[in-house]
């Protein structure tokens, strides 16, 4: 079973990881970038026992001998289903409350665990162990009659229960002879009763998740594999500023032992246009809209910064400058596989795709029809700006899409999301009627759609090649037919889906690339590759065995239906941050393309 075999509930504010114990085990607060309070799994290493552990909320059944969790249909909302050894049986349902109240989506930084006894008398005890400061420093402790408050250096929590306060403060087994709830979120007093207060709550958000999986427009087939994924992708999505974080998690090693542990806590541009495009295709818009409101943001701030000519990759969800790279020495690392990092030095790097990005997402502003924040000109105008910056920068050398540290060269992939910005332009131009703008754009993008073409094909090998004048391959070639930079019948593409084929496939998962980084040669396979795979397959006719190697990659899910960023490709143990929106966005996209219609299946 894979150490990553979690779930994860959340609201859009808050997030947490449940394991397979029932425990909580990651969380981060106020918010996603924030402080994990709860950091076990970033803190276990070989041996630990539990009276060791810190960083943990668990409710412990006592004498457990088995444990059953499912998400309550089309939700969030994750059930627990325990039995001991006597027989008695007991569940746990977590969720992070999210429901509209007062015409406004109520989504605090809260988690709530709701303890139901169904069968006997089953005892419990509870774990609650919050560290602040990565791990490193436990916090003060004080009481109250129902509850506990946890005060840490720079802000304190509070658990309200209605469970007694002083076996949870004393961690002494109780038996659970009625429900029970645990409030756990910001130092606030819970100004209502505790069981109706939790139950309301749970109702509440039982039905909101389940009124936003009805808005969607789903494939006929894979169904319960695609809501899965865009409820998770909804839950990467901070909803306060309209960002996508690419993990809810850091350092999860992309391998064991290879120190490649990054922090994935913020919105990458190149992953939330991804991430946007895919809930478009199942009808999101109004995540849509909030995205382009943080990108639009985003864009005013480059406007503001006279000497800022590079767009930086990422960006905090807040838009926060503080994203510097440091290790958090107080905790071992996942496995005891350290360093945990803090940050994230990419943001340093020049990656041109995100000029790209930045346009391919707006465009939705300019063309449709839904939205109600539509595009306008001084938005254009700032969109024609970062154009201008992806033709200086088109065939420029760049840190590439897998974000190389140490190594820069002219990328096939930056180059064409250059491209792709000024073909999107033209569209935009023509949507709003500025043809001598249109004129422009597509004078330019033809200019570099021909300079590409010349250095990034490869005569010799038949292919295009991952760099300009090269022969090496890496598996974002497989999107120039998804990008429009080239017919999906174009022999030229035809060959290079064969050649990634053959050199990068590792059993049913694609490699990166195959050759030597910053950090030697890959370990394991990179998800989202083999989705790019099957839908290349598709797209130059072989459906079939696109349609089987889909199969296959499904069946690496974790048992709630999600992915991390990265797989073994020989035994399929999931490795890298989780859970990954990257992984979550191919499933989508190859299910949709993939599927029957409605029309051919009903």
């Known amino acids: 079973m894979s150490s990553l075999d979690l779930a994860v509930i959340g609201n859009c504010t808050i997030s947490a990881l449940v394991d397979r114990r029932a425990q909580l085990v990651w969380s981060c607060f106020p918010r996603f970038d924030g402080d994990p309070v709860f950091s076990a799994l970033l803190d276990s290493p070989?041996?630990?026992?539990?009276?060791?552990?810190?960083?943990?909320?668990?409710?412990?059944?006592?004498?457990?001998?088995?444990?059953?969790?499912?998400?309550?249909?089309?939700?969030?909302?994750?059930?627990?289903r325990m039995t001991d050894s006597f027989g008695n049986i007991l569940e746990t349902t977590d969720f992070a409350p999210r429901f509209k109240h007062y015409d406004r989506t109520f989504r605090p930084p809260m988690l709530i665990r709701r303890v139901y006894p169904v069968k006997g008398r089953p005892r419990i005890r509870v774990r609650l162990r919050p560290h602040y400061d990565w791990g490193g420093c436990p916090p003060n402790l004080t009481r109250g009659s129902n509850h506990l408050r946890f005060v840490g250096p720079a802000y304190s929590l509070r658990l309200t229960t209605d469970a007694s306060v002083s076996y949870v403060q004393d961690e002494r087994p109780f038996v659970v002879d009625r429900p029970l709830s645990f409030f756990f979120g910001e130092d606030e007093p819970l100004r209502s009763e505790t069981d109706s207060t939790a139950r309301a709550f749970l109702?509440?958000?039982?039905?909101?998740?389940?009124?936003?999986?009805?808005?969607?427009?789903?494939?006929?087939?894979?169904q319960e594999a695609v809501?899965?994924?865009?409820?998770?992708?909804?839950?990467?999505?901070?909803?306060?500023?309209?960002?996508?974080?690419?993990?809810?998690?850091?350092?999860?090693?992309?391998?064991?032992?290879?120190?490649r542990n990054w922090d994935y806590r913020y919105c990458w541009l190149r992953d939330a246009y991804f991430v946007i495009q895919a809930l478009n295709r199942l009808g999101t818009t109004k995540t849509?809209?909030?995205?382009?409101?943080?990108?639009?943001?985003?864009?005013?701030?480059?406007?503001?910064i006279p000497d800022q000519k590079d767009m930086p990759p990422l960006f905090s969800i807040t838009r926060s400058p503080d994203l510097e790279e440091r290790e958090a020495t107080a905790l071992a690392g996942y496995r005891g596989m350290g360093p945990v990092r803090v940050g994230n030095a990419a943001y340093t790097q020049i990656q041109n795709d995100a000029y790209g990005s930045v346009v391919l997402a707006s465009v939705h502003a300019f063309l449709d029809k839904r939205l109600i924040r539509t595009g306008n000109r001084a938005l254009f105008s700032h969109l024609e700006k970062l154009g201008h910056r992806a033709i200086e920068v088109f065939d420029q050398p760049d840190a590439g899409p897998w974000e190389l540290r140490t190594k820069a060269a002219v990328h096939t992939f930056p180059s064409v999301m250059c491209w792709a910005a000024c073909d999107r332009l033209v569209k935009i131009a023509e949507a709003m009627g500025r043809e001598d703008r249109a004129?422009?754009?597509?004078?330019?993008?033809?200019?570099?759609?021909?300079?590409?073409?010349?250095?990034?094909?490869?005569?010799?090998?038949?292919?295009?090649?991952?760099?300009?004048d090269g022969a090496d391959l890496d598996a974002t070639l497989l999107l120039l037919a998804e990008l429009d930079f080239v017919k999906p019948d174009d022999p030229r593409f035809i060959a290079t889906v064969e050649a990634v084929g053959a050199k990068l496939r590792r059993g049913d998962l694609l490699l990166r690339y195959d050759?030597?980084?910053?950090?030697?040669?890959?370990?394991?396979?990179?998800?989202?590759c083999g989705f790019w795979y099957v839908d290349a397959l598709n797209v130059i006719g072989r459906k079939d065995e696109a349609k089987e190697l889909f199969e296959h990659i499904l069946s690496l899910r974790n048992s709630f239906g999600l992915f991390s960023e990265d797989a073994d490709y020989t035994t399929g143990e999931l490795w890298g941050n989780f859970p990954q929106t990257y992984s979550m966005v191919g499933l989508i996209n190859s299910a949709v393309r993939l599927s029957r219609s409605w029309e051919e299946a009903v």
């Open 46 to 80: 070989e041996g630990q026992t539990d009276a060791e552990q810190k960083g943990i909320f668990a409710i412990d059944m006592v004498g457990m001998v088995s444990c059953e969790q499912t998400y309550l249909e089309n939700t969030a909302v994750l059930v627990s």
């Open 203 to 222: 109702d509440s958000t039982v039905d909101f998740w389940r009124d936003w999986v009805r808005s969607l427009s789903i494939p006929f087939d894979w």
């Open 227 to 259: 809501i899965r994924a865009a409820i998770t992708l909804k839950l990467c999505n901070y909803e306060e500023t309209g960002a996508i974080v690419a993990a809810l998690t850091t350092s999860v090693p992309e391998a064991p032992h290879t120190k």
């Open 288 to 304: 849509m809209e909030e995205y382009l409101t943080y990108i639009t943001n985003i864009v005013d701030d480059m406007e503001a």
């Open 439 to 468: 004129a422009f754009w597509r004078e330019n993008a033809d200019h570099m759609h021909r300079v590409i073409n010349e250095r990034a094909y490869n005569p010799e090998t038949g292919t295009f090649a991952s760099s300009f």
């Open 515 to 528: 050759v030597e980084d910053d950090f030697g040669l890959m370990h394991t396979a990179f998800m989202i």
